[in-house]
């Protein structure tokens, strides 16, 4: 390929995803190019792939992003700087950097008193405009933290999972000594069993209806495993601090909910995609609340540390690694049809550390 | 009537409510005899009466009133002291008091804490036990506030349900300078306008079906009203930091939720007949809390200081008072008719002040 030209997988509409050439974009002001070196496959991405559009423009521009499909996918990426624009100092160039993808306009309500994951203009590099599924990206300069040496692009392209996880757990207050409990063992359920179990929780009991990712929730901290298909959370359970519904569905909620001690507190993490009913008149007779959580803030940094330390590795859930150009039938067509993996990882540059 | 009866309203069962003599039972240890002077009838009351039992028990007694039905209904009420178990010592004979009706086992987790409207037994004087519809009442001494001279029997009686909106005003954390939007203009909606006024809120939108209840509203402070039948209230308020369900009901419930900003709360007060659904997406996306209350705890000392320091007036809501002998017809079959009454107040002792 020329240097004008990099290689990256392209979202175009539903079972349409195509790892091809595109043209590299001078950067504008504040923007930075990334060599990529990992990017994580997130369930969003498999939706969007299974029957997106859902977070994708494909009509309007997103108006951060200034971009709508096709664009480049993946919100889940690492890599070293290549190239900064003039105006940009707060990262060099070879500077090994994880992206925390979320666009904030800086402006609004949210983002100036610092909760920017609820910018007005919320969106994600690789969702609403292009992202790291590629061997190149470019990303505003803000976008990018700074990686110690400790820190492999393998732990660094699950950061941004981990941030969903930690972002959860400090919206819910579990601390130490708390009971907690999990509804869902996919990646953002099992990254929450592994900073759960770092935040001194005592109890962490896990649901899922798959027994591979309990046995993986056993491994990574979960106290006690029970499979939805067959029996109820709460009957190994109950009086919980705080649960977690990290499925997005009316079962994995009442699960949840069943489980919280009076005056508790049920966090929602899950997105999803109908209307639930909620026990109102116990919600509120036993003074529970429903926490949201949405995206990440002020994390980044924390998780960074705690990885560089030795004192979390996000990395134990990446199951399998492939190349960009595999990317559609190892990564995409697989995750769609199975639940074996937890976390893929595609590795565009290949040597890369 | 001999010195050993005394009248009561008691409740038999739906639509049995009975004025009817009761015997004078001897005090037990940590009980105080009450001679009541006023008795609001909640809507609860009116639910029981309608077609109860709903909290009252009539098969198991409560396990912390040890009574179960028939029981003397009421549990906003106030009045003197007039009898002391011999170990009581925390209030005297002749002193004025009002009661918090709520009973606590103080010994499960949530007593212990002190949050003691969790508590495991749950259960209210007037509901679960013995209240104050009467010409007397026996409360636990610990349920009993003595009342200063500047706070009058009639704003007493009002203190339970102001309790109950200044538990949901805290639990949701509006404070000075912050937009609020109430769902529900009931003696409970009309309490948190009142009080939403007092904590400083610079815009308190309502909404209810009635236009009197509306009226009432905006004389106490409502700064936007909107009749729920022909309008949605988010098209008159959007983006409030707080938004009160004080009803019960899907479409409230649904109402105040458009009217929250990102990452605002909404506070449940209203008790639910039916699982409503919620839009779970918009909530996580938006990162909204739902914040249940429920009754309330460590209020009333507040409370009785606001109203004595003529901060607070819980006796505007009062719309009518009824004799203890009238309350049937006069008090609940008129509330379970019309909408008209906010706030009936019972007023057993003739000639008290």
Redo the contacts between chains.
Sequence with gaps: MDHQHFMAAVWHGARDIRVEPRSRMPLVPGEIRIRVAACGICGSDVHEYVDGPHAIPTDAVHPLSGRRAPLVIGHEFCGTVVELAPDVSTVDREQRVVVEPEYRCGRC??CLRG?Y??C?F?GFAGLMGDGGMADEAVVPAYMAHSLPDQVSFEQAAVLEPAAVALHAIR?GGLSAGMRCAVAGAGPIGLLIVQLARIAGARQIAVSDVSDDRLARALALGATHTVNARTERLAETAD?VDVAFEAV?AQAA?DDAYATV???GRLV??????H???????G????????????GYRHVFPDLIEMVANGLFDPSRIVTRQVSLEAVVEEGFGRLARETVDVKVLVRPCEGQR
Tied chains: 1, 2.
């Design positions: 309500a949210a909760e994951n609820q007005r919320m919206q009086e997005g909620l001690r009076k005056g929602l993490v899950g997105l999803f995609g209307r639930p009913t909620i026990d109102a008149f919600l509120v007779n036993r003074e529970i609340n429903l926490i949201s959580s949405v």
